[in-house]
Each structure stands twice: as structure tokens, then as C-alpha cells.
């Protein structure tokens, strides 16, 4: 099931971590289509949560499309594979950038980081 | 965006000379939990019993919203007042009776894993005992207002959280608005949704939760610190200095070129109860 | 909530009904050791009055006690109640105990003395009961919330009462004359007003209204709020109540007596006022007169009274020509009212002193020449302890006086004879009150009026007359001439009827009785040629003469006047009639009833 730590001092607020917290469970199949996800008071309950929080997140994540509400029934996980295709495309790109951004930063040229990439790539 | 429940406008209380509560002005949204903390006598417990309506300020008034009625409103102080000399049993069909909640509607579920006997007096309970019991008497109620002062640090960790799921279940059932007096946030789990940080009668801090971690940072040298930065408390080790400050912005960073650590939600508290102290002894 | 307020109430009841009879019973017992002759159901009516005062005062005090010793206060006051309701919901209970023990109290009274009341009994009158229990509850109940320290509140509670009822009596003076009265007169409803807006109501309302802003907070706050209500009010109040008192007092209960000269006296309590008619002189007096007792009698050109004034008893006349009023004797015993208790013979009067509570009697003769007063000592063979008695009689055989009492109990009276040297002799029973004349004695009983004459050994029944058994002779009644002329022809008395009354003529003679007239009214009469009847109760006032044949002669019509109404009294004099019609009061005089006027007298 989900199991993820609140990090209290983080300065990423607790929402916004449930959130990436369900969708990397989402992304990385843990959660997959169709899977019902617990209720707002129960996981809130788990977590010691305001349930508004939990609400919150649950909203979000349906009006980004990753789950879907149903009345009565609670909220079920919608992922379909194109869409976890892009969106895991989109968060590598944006480790990927992040990591071009220190490269730079410390001084390597273009040429380093390509260099650096075939040497790492061949090992794999 | 949610309505409000509460009104505060510019209440008063004098001890004597001691301004107890100094022109307080608050707005409580419903639905929210919120947390009041601050140090010992500024303010906050009277400031609940003012809310409760069993302390009157001196000038100011407090509106409830009209749809509220008082069987409706919960409130427990670190007094734990009840009848002491009511049987548990006596206790709690006197509670349901003046604030109508049928019997069948009592919820024991707290009370039965403390396994007490209901003839026993309510002066016989152990402080923990007593604040489990007070406490199951408020959440049968089904209270929209739940008002409670300091109770939870007397509860055991495990009753505590069957206290917190307990709430959780109001909260998400009742939209009930809950307004927490407390000095620890760790008790509390994440429920407060809102902080605020009273210091001789007045507030000194109001926030969200989420934004809490953004606001606050600190700063941690062994020098002495420059610049126009906004310290609200200074902890001195035998290492270095820890230095407390908000507001955050992102400005401030970039400007003095000093590192800001993250604090957690305790830190925040803890510092600016310092500082308060600090400023007395100067 | 009532339910807890109820049975908090029950618990301190059941406490209240220990004491009330757990402290007779234990006085009872030591009265026995002791040897005291009080009874049982005498320390019972003593104690209940004072307890249930008491009672009073520890209910309204305790008012928050139990929740404040169970640190309930604040669990209080976050009850889904208002304030008004909070208040509402402590007091009812308590006021309703409080209540029913006060109504039970007369019905004590009346159990334990037989019948007779509250004044046969060394305990509180009911009127002074309902009063203090109704003014101290509330007043205590407005202190309740003002400070934790109950016994500090009941002393405060106290005090409080007992100044306000010093400052009011000191205006309104009959006031505590009324709280012990058992006639309960329109004084003791002005002394409620008095107590109620005085007192009362300013405590109260204060009370009420500080208390909407009743918290946890310490009471200085609550008190201060109270104050800031209490004292206009209470002045309030007070200055009402005085203006009120002194506007009452000018229409303070009065009493009027009408002497055989043409005097008017009136009087208060405390005392009199002598008015000469057509213009003379009126002479105030420090004594009052009580018209209303037994103890008036006109003779030899004075008006002998009891008085009150001063801490004793004492008999005073008053010259009927020169108005100059001296003692003539004072009253060793201060329980001696309830006993008629004089008779005149020559110049001999002779006084019953008796004291109820402890059996004692004496007689006490007095040479109204010489002031000389020749006390005889009973007690022991009589009866006294709460019995009524008096003198009916006197006489003289072979020289030695002796004087004729008669002990009232419940239903028979038993008579005795008390000899000049001290021995007293039982002389038989009489149902209603007897009469003594021409050496007779004339007792009723179940068989009818019974006539015995008295000789040196004893009554000897000469003869019984059926028809003469209800007879209630007017000598009995006050401002009957004197009956020093016990050698007389004849005795007249009124047999009451549900309707109508009979008067009828008692011949000494020939010991026949024979109904002279029935009618409608009230008979009076003074000799034969001085009889009169008076019928205006509920019917118009008609005045008529009772010829001695029995004929109506109708002296004057008095329409107008109803004796039901209040502050009405006709009332019949020798001289004369006084007609009372609320403010008015209007003078007659015999035989023309023509109206006489009197100068300072408010007519």
C-alpha cells in the first residue's frame, strides 16, 4: 500500500508531498489503473492528517486527471500508459535539466557532459 | 472562501493591571482546526474561555454564527471541569441530557478501552482518565465548535491518537471548525491547518501550515549576523548561533548571501516562545 | 438539569426535616432530666420556626456551593442554559421546599396546640414566618454568587435584615407590632410591601441582571456589576418605601373608643389620642389604649386599659374628666394577656397575673384608694399552662371574699372558686363561658343552662333549662358595661344562627329563659332599655333599638355601610355609636344620635 514519511522540515508543504507521494506510486505502478485508493478520513487517519488536507490532495490529483472521484464508491486511480509515458519524460527532463544546471554551474562544458554521458551509458 | 464561524472584534480583558487579552481581533473559518500556542499567560486560555462563554472581556465582542447553536459548541479546559461528585454513568446521561444527544448515539469507544467502571465518581479519575472522559463527552456531542485548552499532552500517546482519529472522523463528517490551545505541535499530528502565536494578549504570528516551513528559516553561524534580516529569536550554543527568522522571502536569501536552513513546525513554535522571554529579560 | 437541582434540594431537605425533629426530641429528653415542663410538639413548633428560617438563608446561600466545591463552575456555565434559564432552573426547586415547609408550619402550629393557634406556643407567629422566610431567602439567594464563604454570606444575609427591618420600623412603627399580631391586619400587608420593594426587589434585580454577566472569573468583577445596579435601585427603593411608609402610617390601624362622657379615643400600638367634643382640647397620651381585649372597662369616672407601652404589661386609667392617665398596676409576669383577668368589686380590683409556660398564677387585689396591692398565690391547684382564663365573679359569704375563675381548655372549662385566705375549690365544668349573679352560678352544659346557688360548702343545682344552652352571654363581650351589680335581675345573651341570631332573656328571678327576638344582625346590649341590633353585613345597615318586648324600633339608616367591606366597623357604644367607612368616621351620639364633632380629628 502507500507508505511514505512526511518530512516536517521540508519546506515543500505537506499537501504538495502526499501528492507526489501518490503520484510517483501512481508513475512507478504501485498504484495502478483502476485501484481504489483509501478514503480521505482513512488516510488521513494513517497519515494524522486534516481531512481537509487529504481533500485537498484528492482534488488535485483529479483535476490533473491522475485519479477519478466517484460518489459513493470513493476515488479510484485513472492512468493510462500514454500519459505516464509523457509525464515520467517530462520528470526525467526535469532531473535531467536540473543536473545540466549544477554541470554548468561547477564549470563542465558540453563536450565534458557528453563525454561523462557515453562513458557512464557503456557501463550500463 | 468557507464561511466564517467565528467573529472576534477587538476584545479586551484586564487582570487587575495585567492586560490579559489586548485588542484581539481574529477571524475563525469553519471546518478549519486551528492551532493557538504561545507562552504561559498570554492570553490563550483566556481567550478560549472567552469563545466558550464562560469569561466575559471587558469590551469587545465575539460573534458565533447564528446557525450554532450552543449544544452544538464543545469546550474542555486544563481545569477538566465536570460534576466531581456525579458517577461516570451519572456524568454522561447529565451531558447528553442538556446537550441532546440521544444515548444511542454515545460514542464509548475511547472510554471502553480505559476500562472503567461506570459507578466509580468522576473525582476518582486519574488526570489522563478524566481528559479521555471529558473529551468522549464533547465528541458525542457532534460539536460544530470544538474548543479544547491543553488537554492532550495528559492523554497517552495511544489514546492520543485514537483521541486524533476520533477528531479526524468529526472533521470529515461535521465539517466540525476546531480551535486548539496547545504548545507542542508533535501531539497534534498535522491537523492544525492554521498556527497562531499569542504573546501578552495580542497575536504575534498567523499562518497557514503549508506556508509555515516557507516562512520560517534559520540561519546558523558562529558569527555574529549582518543585514536587515528579520531574527525573532536567537539560540545560543557553546558551538554556534541559531538564528530564527521570518518572515522568509526569497529575496532575503539573494540579498545577504547567508544559507537559510528549514526549520520543522516545533522549531517555529519553540523560537518565537524564546523570543518572547528573550524580551523580558532584556 | 432541574432533576440534579431537585435532588440537591431533597438532600438538604431531608437534612432540614432531621433537625426539626431530631432537636425536639433531643430538648424533650433533656427536659425530662431536667424537669422542665415543655412538651414534645412545643419544642417541635419552636424549632421548625426557627429552623425553616435558617433553612431559608442556607438554601439561597448554597445556591452555587455544590458546584463550586466540586469545581463545577466553569462545566456550569459552558451548559447549553442562559443565564436567566440557569438561574430560573436553581431557584424554583429551592423556593418551592421552601414553600411547602412554610404552609406546613401553620398546620404544625395547629396540630400541636389543639387548635388554638400560634400564640398558645413559645414559637414564631406564621405572618413573621411566611415574611422573614420569603425576604431572607431571596435576599440571600441575590448574595450567592457574591463570595464563596457561606457562613460570611448567612451573617451577611442576617445583618442585612435585621437593618433594613430597624429602619423600616423606625418609620412605620406598628410594623413590628404586626409581626407578632395575630390579627392580621392591613399593617402586615404594608409591612410586605415595604420588605418587598426595600429590599427584595432591589437585591434582586440587581441579582438578576449582574448575573447575565456571571463567569469564572473571581467576584470582584460579578460584584462590582452588581453594585453598579444595586445601588440606584435600592435608593431607590428605599425612598419609595419611606414615602410609602409615611403615607401608610397616617392610615395606620386605629382604634376608637367612644366614653360614657363623649370622649373619643383613638389609638395605635404604641399610643392614644383623647378628643373632646365640640371644640375641646385633645390630649395625646404615651399609653395606648386596647380596645380590643377584655381589659376596658369604664367605672367610677376613670377607663381602665391594658397597655403595652414599656417593656411590661400593666393596667393604666385614665380620668374621664381630666384626661390624666396614671399606672395602676404593672404586669410581674409578661404572659399574662391571654387571661381576662380582672374584676371589680367596691373598690377592689382584682387582676389575674399568670404566667402559661411555667403554672404559676396569682391574683392580685388592688385598692384602687389606697394602691395597695395584696398578692394571693395559686398556681398548682389551677391549671394554667396554655389555658385561657379569667374572672367571672366575686362575692362575699360570712365576710370572706372569694373571686370565680374559669380555666378554658379544649371543649370544657373547668370553675373554681378562689377564697380570700388562698384555698381554692373546684366548682364543676361549664361548656360555654358562665356567668355569676345574685349569688348564682349559671354554667352550661349538654343537659342546657344550669343554675346552682353558691354557698359557703359549694353549688347546689337548683335548676336546668334546656332552652338556655347555646346562650352566650354579652357580658362576655368588650365594652360591656361593668358588672359590679351582680345583683341584678336578669342576663341577656345572643344564640347564634347560621343566619339569624336570637336574643334571649335570662330571668334571675324566677331561672326562666325566653327568647325575646330573632333576626338578622348583630345584638348589643347594655341593659334592657340599651339593646340594640345592627344588621349590615352584606345587607344595608339598619340601627334599631330592641324594645324589651322585642320590637324593633329603627333608630337610623345606615345604607351605605357594609361590614364586609374593609376598614368598615360599627361598633356600639353606651354613649353612643362610631361608624368606621373606610377613611370616614363618622360619631353618634344616644339618644338622639346626633353626629358629634371633634376638633384635630381626621373625619
Given at each position: 500500500?502507500?507508505?511514505?514519511n512526511?518530512?516536517?522540515t521540508?519546506?515543500?508543504?505537506?499537501?504538495?508531498?502526499?501528492?507526489?507521494?501518490?503520484?510517483?506510486?501512481?508513475?512507478?505502478?504501485?498504484?495502478?489503473?483502476?485501484?481504489?485508493?483509501p478514503?480521505?478520513?482513512?488516510l488521513?487517519?494513517?497519515l494524522?492528517?486534516?481531512?481537509?488536507?487529504?481533500?485537498?490532495?484528492?482534488?488535485?490529483?483529479?483535476?490533473?486527471?491522475?485519479i477519478?472521484?466517484?460518489?459513493?464508491?470513493?476515488?479510484?486511480?485513472?492512468?493510462?500508459?500514454t500519459?505516464?509515458?509523457?509525464?515520467?519524460?517530462?520528470?526525467?527532463?526535469?532531473?535531467?535539466?536540473?543536473f545540466?544546471?549544477?554541470?554548468?554551474s561547477?564549470?563542465?562544458?558540453?563536450?565534458?557532459?557528453?563525454?561523462?554521458m557515453?562513458r557512464?551509458?557503456?557501463?550500463? | 472562501?468557507?464561511?466564517?464561524?467565528?467573529?472576534v472584534?477587538?476584545?479586551?480583558?484586564?487582570?487587575?493591571?495585567?492586560?490579559?487579552?489586548?485588542?484581539?481581533?481574529?477571524?475563525?473559518?469553519?471546518?478549519?482546526?486551528?492551532?493557538?500556542?504561545?507562552?504561559?499567560?498570554g492570553?490563550?486560555?483566556s481567550?478560549?474561555k472567552?469563545?466558550?462563554?464562560?469569561?466575559f472581556p471587558?469590551?469587545?465582542?465575539?460573534?458565533?454564527?447564528?446557525?450554532?447553536?450552543k449544544?452544538?459548541?464543545?469546550?474542555?479546559?486544563?481545569?477538566?471541569?465536570?460534576?466531581?461528585?456525579?458517577?461516570?454513568?451519572?456524568g454522561?446521561?447529565?451531558h447528553?441530557?442538556?446537550?441532546k444527544?440521544?444515548p444511542?448515539?454515545f460514542?464509548?469507544?475511547?472510554?471502553?478501552?480505559?476500562k472503567?467502571?461506570?459507578g466509580?465518581?468522576i473525582r476518582?479519575?486519574?488526570?489522563?482518565?478524566r481528559?479521555?472522559?471529558?473529551?468522549?463527552?464533547?465528541?458525542?456531542?457532534?460539536?460544530e465548535?470544538?474548543?479544547v485548552?491543553?488537554?492532550?499532552?495528559?492523554?497517552?500517546?495511544?489514546l492520543?491518537?485514537?483521541?486524533?482519529d476520533?477528531?479526524?472522523?468529526?472533521?470529515?463528517?461535521?465539517?466540525?471548525?476546531?480551535?486548539?490551545?496547545n504548545?507542542?505541535?508533535?501531539?497534534?499530528?498535522?491537523?492544525?491547518?492554521?498556527?497562531?502565536?499569542m504573546?501578552?494578549?495580542?497575536?504575534i504570528f498567523?499562518?497557514?501550515s503549508?506556508?509555515l516551513?516557507?516562512?520560517?528559516?534559520?540561519?546558523?553561524?558562529?558569527k555574529?549576523?549582518?543585514?536587515?534580516i528579520?531574527?525573532?529569536?536567537?539560540?545560543?550554543?557553546p558551538?554556534?548561533?541559531e538564528y530564527?527568522?521570518?518572515?522568509?522571502?526569497?529575496?532575503?536569501?539573494a540579498?545577504?548571501?547567508?544559507?537559510?536552513?528549514?526549520v520543522?513546525?516545533?522549531?517555529?513554535?519553540?523560537?518565537?516562545?524564546?523570543?518572547?522571554y528573550?524580551?523580558?529579560?532584556? | 438539569?432541574?432533576?440534579?437541582?431537585?435532588?440537591?434540594?431533597l438532600?438538604?431537605?431531608?437534612?432540614?426535616?432531621?433537625?426539626?425533629?431530631g432537636?425536639?426530641?433531643?430538648?424533650?429528653?433533656?427536659?425530662?432530666v431536667?424537669?422542665?415542663?415543655?412538651?414534645?410538639?412545643?419544642f417541635?413548633?419552636?424549632?421548625?420556626?426557627v429552623?425553616i428560617?435558617i433553612?431559608?438563608?442556607?438554601?439561597?446561600?448554597t445556591?452555587?456551593?455544590?458546584?463550586?466545591?466540586?469545581?463545577?463552575?466553569?462545566y456550569?456555565?459552558?451548559?447549553?442554559?442562559?443565564?436567566t434559564?440557569?438561574?430560573?432552573?436553581?431557584?424554583?426547586?429551592?423556593?418551592?421546599?421552601?414553600?411547602?415547609?412554610?404552609?406546613?408550619?401553620?398546620?404544625?402550629?395547629?396540630?400541636v396546640?389543639?387548635?388554638?393557634?400560634a400564640?398558645?406556643?413559645?414559637?414564631?407567629?406564621?405572618?413573621?414566618?411566611?415574611?422573614?422566610?420569603?425576604?431572607?431567602?431571596?435576599?440571600?439567594?441575590?448574595?450567592?454568587?457574591?463570595?464563596?464563604?457561606?457562613?460570611?454570606l448567612?451573617?451577611g444575609?442576617?445583618?442585612?435584615f435585621?437593618?433594613?427591618?430597624?429602619?423600616?420600623?423606625?418609620?412605620?412603627?406598628?410594623?413590628?407590632?404586626?409581626w407578632?399580631?395575630?390579627?392580621?391586619?392591613?399593617?402586615?400587608?404594608?409591612?410586605?410591601?415595604?420588605?418587598?420593594?426595600?429590599?427584595?426587589?432591589?437585591?434582586?434585580?440587581?441579582?438578576?441582571l449582574?448575573f447575565k454577566?456571571?463567569?469564572?472569573?473571581?467576584?470582584?468583577?460579578?460584584?462590582?456589576g452588581?453594585?453598579?445596579?444595586f445601588?440606584?435601585?435600592?435608593?431607590a427603593?428605599?425612598?419609595?418605601?419611606?414615602i410609602?411608609?409615611?403615607?401608610?402610617?397616617?392610615t395606620?390601624?386605629?382604634?376608637?373608643?367612644?366614653?360614657t362622657?363623649h370622649?373619643?379615643?383613638?389609638?395605635d400600638?404604641?399610643s392614644?389620642?383623647v378628643?373632646?367634643?365640640?371644640?375641646?382640647?385633645?390630649?395625646?397620651l404615651?399609653t395606648?389604649?386596647?380596645?380590643?381585649?377584655p381589659?376596658?372597662?369604664?367605672?367610677?369616672?376613670?377607663i381602665?386599659?391594658?397597655?403595652?407601652?414599656?417593656?411590661?404589661?400593666?393596667?393604666?386609667?385614665m380620668?374621664l374628666?381630666?384626661?390624666e392617665?396614671?399606672?395602676?398596676?404593672?404586669?410581674?409576669?409578661?404572659?399574662?394577656?391571654?387571661?381576662?383577668?380582672?374584676?371589680?368589686?367596691?373598690?377592689?380590683l382584682?387582676?389575674?397575673e399568670v404566667?402559661?409556660?411555667?403554672?404559676?398564677m396569682?391574683?392580685?387585689l388592688?385598692?384602687?384608694d389606697?394602691?395597695?396591692?395584696?398578692?394571693?398565690?395559686?398556681?398548682?391547684?389551677?391549671?394554667?399552662?396554655?389555658?385561657?382564663l379569667?374572672?367571672?365573679g366575686?362575692?362575699?359569704?360570712d365576710?370572706?371574699?372569694?373571686?370565680?375563675?374559669?380555666?378554658e381548655?379544649?371543649?370544657?372549662y373547668p370553675l373554681?372558686?378562689?377564697?380570700?385566705d388562698?384555698?381554692?375549690?373546684?366548682?364543676?365544668?361549664?361548656?360555654k363561658?358562665?356567668?355569676?349573679?345574685?349569688?348564682?352560678?349559671?354554667t352550661?352544659?349538654e343537659e342546657?343552662?344550669?343554675?346552682?346557688?353558691l354557698t359557703?360548702?359549694?353549688?347546689?343545682?337548683?335548676?336546668?333549662l334546656?332552652?338556655?344552652k347555646?346562650?352566650?352571654f354579652?357580658?362576655?363581650?368588650?365594652?360591656s358595661?361593668?358588672l359590679?351589680n351582680?345583683?341584678?335581675?336578669?342576663?341577656y345573651?345572643t344564640v347564634?344562627?347560621k343566619?339569624?341570631?336570637?336574643?334571649?332573656?335570662?330571668?334571675?328571678?324566677?331561672l326562666?329563659?325566653?327568647?325575646?327576638?330573632?333576626?338578622?344582625?348583630?345584638?348589643?346590649?347594655?341593659?334592657?332599655?340599651?339593646?340594640?341590633?345592627?344588621?349590615?353585613?352584606?345587607?344595608?345597615?339598619?340601627?334599631y333599638?330592641?324594645?324589651?318586648?322585642?320590637?324593633?324600633?329603627?333608630?337610623?339608616?345606615?345604607t351605605?355601610?357594609?361590614?364586609?367591606?374593609?376598614?368598615?366597623?360599627?361598633?356600639?357604644?353606651?354613649?353612643?355609636?362610631i361608624?368606621?367607612?373606610?377613611?370616614?368616621?363618622?360619631?353618634?351620639?344616644?339618644?338622639?344620635l346626633?353626629e358629634?364633632?371633634?376638633k384635630?380629628?381626621?373625619?
Open positions: 500500500m502507500l507508505k511514505f512526511i518530512d516536517n521540508s519546506a515543500v508543504p505537506v499537501y504538495q508531498q502526499v501528492k507526489q507521494a501518490i503520484i510517483l506510486d501512481i508513475l512507478s505502478l504501485r498504484l495502478k489503473d483502476g485501484d481504489l485508493l478514503s480521505i478520513r482513512s488521513a487517519k494513517i494524522k492528517l486534516n481531512p481537509n488536507t487529504v481533500a485537498k490532495v484528492y482534488y488535485s490529483l483529479e483535476e490533473e486527471g491522475y477519478q472521484g466517484q460518489r459513493g464508491s470513493g476515488y479510484r486511480v485513472k492512468a493510462q500508459k500519459k505516464l509515458d509523457t509525464l515520467k519524460l517530462s520528470i526525467i527532463e526535469d532531473e535531467f535539466k536540473g545540466l544546471q549544477k554541470a554548468f561547477l564549470g563542465f562544458t558540453k563536450d565534458d557532459i557528453e563525454a561523462l557515453r557512464l551509458l557503456s557501463h550500463e | 472562501m468557507n464561511k466564517e464561524i467565528i467573529q472584534n477587538e476584545l479586551c480583558l484586564d487582570y487587575g493591571k495585567r492586560k490579559v487579552l489586548d485588542n484581539v481581533s481574529v477571524r475563525f473559518e469553519q471546518g478549519k482546526t486551528v492551532l493557538i500556542a504561545g507562552n504561559n499567560g492570553g490563550k486560555s481567550l478560549l472567552c469563545l466558550a462563554g464562560v469569561l471587558d469590551s469587545g465582542d465575539i460573534r458565533i454564527d447564528e446557525s450554532v447553536s449544544e452544538k459548541i464543545g469546550f474542555i479546559s486544563d481545569r477538566m471541569s465536570l460534576f466531581e461528585d456525579f458517577t461516570l454513568a451519572r454522561i446521561e447529565f447528553s441530557g442538556m446537550f444527544v440521544k444511542a448515539d460514542d464509548r469507544s475511547l472510554l471502553d478501552r480505559l472503567l467502571d461506570m466509580m465518581k476518582d479519575l486519574s488526570m489522563g482518565e481528559a479521555v472522559y471529558h473529551l468522549s463527552l464533547l465528541l458525542s456531542q457532534k460539536p465548535i470544538l474548543l485548552d491543553e488537554i492532550i499532552h495528559t492523554i497517552d500517546p495511544y492520543r491518537e485514537l483521541f486524533l476520533a477528531l479526524i472522523g468529526l472533521i470529515d463528517d461535521l465539517n466540525t471548525s476546531v480551535i486548539m490551545v504548545h507542542t505541535f508533535t501531539d497534534m499530528g498535522r491537523l492544525p491547518e492554521r498556527v497562531l502565536i504573546e501578552n494578549g495580542g497575536f498567523d499562518e497557514q503549508e506556508d516551513t516557507g516562512k520560517m528559516k534559520k540561519i546558523v553561524t558562529d555574529e549576523i549582518k543585514g536587515d528579520p531574527v525573532v529569536f536567537k539560540n545560543e550554543t558551538i554556534y548561533n530564527y527568522v521570518y518572515p522568509y522571502t526569497d529575496e532575503l536569501a540579498g545577504t548571501g547567508y544559507e537559510f536552513q528549514d520543522d513546525l516545533t522549531q517555529v513554535v519553540k523560537s518565537f516562545i524564546g523570543g518572547y528573550a524580551k523580558k529579560r532584556i | 438539569m432541574l432533576k440534579k437541582e431537585f435532588n440537591e434540594i438532600r438538604q431537605s431531608f437534612l432540614f426535616a432531621c433537625v426539626i425533629v432537636a425536639p426530641v433531643l430538648l424533650s429528653l433533656m427536659s425530662l431536667f424537669g422542665w415542663s415543655v412538651t414534645f410538639g412545643e417541635f413548633a419552636g424549632v421548625y420556626g429552623a428560617v433553612f431559608a438563608m442556607v438554601t439561597g446561600v445556591l452555587f456551593a455544590m458546584e463550586r466545591k466540586q469545581g463545577g463552575i466553569e456550569l456555565l459552558t451548559l447549553p442554559l442562559s443565564r434559564r440557569l438561574l430560573w432552573v436553581k431557584i424554583l426547586p429551592r423556593f418551592t421546599a421552601l414553600a411547602v415547609f412554610s404552609i406546613l408550619y401553620p398546620v404544625v402550629l395547629y396540630v396546640t389543639g387548635g388554638k393557634g400564640d398558645s406556643v413559645l414559637a414564631l407567629p406564621p405572618f413573621f414566618l411566611f415574611y422573614s422566610v420569603f425576604v431572607l431567602f431571596f435576599l440571600s439567594v441575590s448574595l450567592s454568587a457574591s463570595h464563596e464563604n457561606i457562613v460570611l448567612i451573617i444575609a442576617m445583618f442585612i435585621i437593618v433594613h427591618t430597624l429602619l423600616i420600623t423606625s418609620v412605620f412603627r406598628s410594623a413590628l407590632w404586626s407578632f399580631s395575630r390579627y392580621h391586619s392591613l399593617e402586615s400587608l404594608h409591612l410586605a410591601v415595604l420588605g418587598i420593594v426595600s429590599l427584595v426587589l432591589p437585591f434582586m434585580v440587581a441579582f438578576v449582574s454577566k456571571f463567569d469564572v472569573h473571581p467576584g470582584k468583577r460579578f460584584n462590582r452588581f453594585l453598579k445596579v445601588i440606584p435601585v435600592i435608593i427603593g428605599l425612598l419609595v418605601s419611606f410609602y411608609a409615611y403615607g401608610v402610617g397616617e395606620d390601624f386605629k382604634m376608637y373608643y367612644l366614653t362622657n370622649k373619643l379615643i383613638e389609638s400600638w404604641v392614644a389620642r378628643y373632646d367634643k365640640d371644640g375641646g382640647e385633645t390630649v395625646s404615651d395606648p389604649f386596647m380596645m380590643y381585649f381589659e376596658l372597662i369604664e367605672s367610677d369616672g376613670y381602665y386599659t391594658r397597655s403595652d407601652a414599656g417593656r411590661n404589661n400593666s393596667i393604666v386609667r380620668n374628666e381630666t384626661n392617665v396614671e399606672t395602676v398596676y404593672e404586669y410581674k409576669r409578661r404572659f399574662s394577656f391571654y387571661s381576662r383577668g380582672y374584676w371589680f368589686s367596691g373598690r377592689t382584682a387582676i389575674l404566667d402559661r409556660y411555667r403554672d404559676e396569682d391574683l392580685a388592688i385598692n384602687m389606697t394602691k395597695g396591692v395584696n398578692t394571693i398565690t395559686l398556681g398548682g391547684k389551677i391549671p394554667v399552662k396554655k389555658n385561657r379569667w374572672l367571672f366575686m362575692d362575699e359569704i365576710g370572706k371574699r372569694f373571686w370565680l375563675l374559669a380555666s381548655r379544649s371543649r370544657v373554681f372558686r378562689v377564697w380570700e388562698g384555698n381554692i375549690e373546684k366548682l364543676g365544668t361549664t361548656m363561658k358562665p356567668a355569676y349573679a345574685n349569688g348564682m352560678l349559671i352550661l352544659g342546657g343552662m344550669v343554675f346552682s346557688r359557703a360548702e359549694g353549688p347546689e343545682e337548683i335548676k336546668t334546656p332552652a338556655g347555646d346562650v352566650f354579652h357580658h362576655h363581650w368588650f365594652g358595661p361593668d359590679n351582680i345583683h341584678r335581675k336578669e342576663l345573651g347564634f344562627g343566619e339569624r341570631n336570637t336574643l334571649m332573656r335570662v330571668d334571675l328571678e324566677n326562666e329563659v325566653t327568647k325575646v327576638l330573632e333576626a338578622e344582625g348583630r345584638f348589643q346590649w347594655f341593659s334592657p332599655e340599651e339593646c340594640y341590633l345592627f344588621s349590615g353585613y352584606g345587607k344595608p345597615g339598619k340601627f333599638r330592641v324594645q324589651p318586648d322585642g320590637q324593633l324600633k329603627l333608630l337610623r339608616d345606615f351605605g355601610y357594609d361590614g364586609m367591606k374593609w376598614m368598615h366597623r360599627f361598633s356600639i357604644y353606651r354613649s353612643g355609636i361608624v368606621k367607612e373606610g377613611e370616614k368616621l363618622s360619631v353618634y351620639a344616644f339618644p338622639e346626633k358629634l364633632t371633634f384635630d380629628l381626621e373625619q
